[in-house]
T-cell receptor, first 108, second 115 residues
Framework: TQLLEQSPQFLSIQEGENLTVYCNSS?????LQWYRQEPGEGPVLLVT?????EVKKLKRLTFQFGDARKDSSLHITAAQPGDTGLYLC????????FGAGTTVTVRA | DAGVTQSPTHLIKTRGQHVTLRCSPI?????VSWYQQVLGQGPQFIFQ???????GRGNFPDRFSARQFPNYSSELNVNALLLGDSALYLC??????????????FGSGTQLSVL
């Protein structure tokens, strides 16, 4: 059972457009992580958010953690084909609890 | 330094068989975790080991077992395979196994197909 709900499930956009993916939880997590996974590879950590209301930027990627620490979003500005992949959010306790992910396709 | 290595990369088995998957953590990492990722889903936690001791177990049947060796490498064993066991099995390592404060490094996984 996935405690974390991610939306949308699929997203296909043109190069240069912006996109936002969402992660919502039924539980409060002490911290939350975002990963990107490419076909045939394991997930790679993008960011960890810890404080409610926190905003982190990683080049063209902006991550927000909700005030109540139950939701998060990932915004990509001016998407590029290299941003294509499966984006996973994961809540952290003694283990990672992953959402089902959002498959992002950026068309050249 | 080498990352987390898993073997084999692909495996095909039939129902009822047994399978052993192997993982070597990053040098200096003492903790290994196993995750199962079914197509279209996020990874699901199976086990965590630290210093050869089981630290955590996910909601998986007893057909799933694991162990960690003195060199910190690990094996995941699955008995009496079912069609539903078909998945990508991921291994992740970290220094101390403190998921809250440490970064997990994932291997590329073993793709298991059960026919």
């Amino acid at each position: 059972t996935q405690l974390l709900e991610q939306s949308p499930q699929f997203l296909s956009i043109q190069e240069g457009e912006n996109l936002t993916v969402y992660c919502n939880s039924s539980s409060v997590f002490s911290s939350l992580q975002w990963y990107r996974q490419e076909p045939g590879e394991g997930p790679v950590l993008l960011v960890t958010v810890v404080t409610g209301g926190e905003v982190k930027k990683l080049k063209r990627l902006t991550f927000q953690f909700g005030d109540a620490r139950k939701d998060s979003s990932l915004h990509i500005t001016a998407a590029q084909p290299g941003d294509t992949g499966l984006y996973l959010c994961a809540g952290i306790d003694y283990k990672l609890s992953f959402g089902a992910g959002t498959t992002v396709t950026v068309r050249a | 330094d080498a990352g987390v290595t898993q073997s084999p990369t692909h495996l095909i088995k039939t129902r009822g068989q047994h399978v052993t998957l192997r993982c070597s953590p990053i040098s200096g990492h003492k903790s290994v975790s196993w995750y199962q990722q079914v197509l279209g889903q996020g990874p699901q936690f199976i086990f965590q080991y630290y210093e050869k001791e089981e630290r955590g177990r996910g909601n998986f049947p007893d057909r799933f077992s694991a162990r960690q060796f003195p060199n910190y490498s690990s094996e995941l064993n699955v008995n009496a395979l079912l069609l539903g066991d078909s998945a990508l099995y991921l291994c992740a390592s970290s220094r101390q196994g403190n998921t809250i404060n440490e970064k997990l490094f994932f291997g590329s996984g073993t793709q298991l197909s059960v026919l």
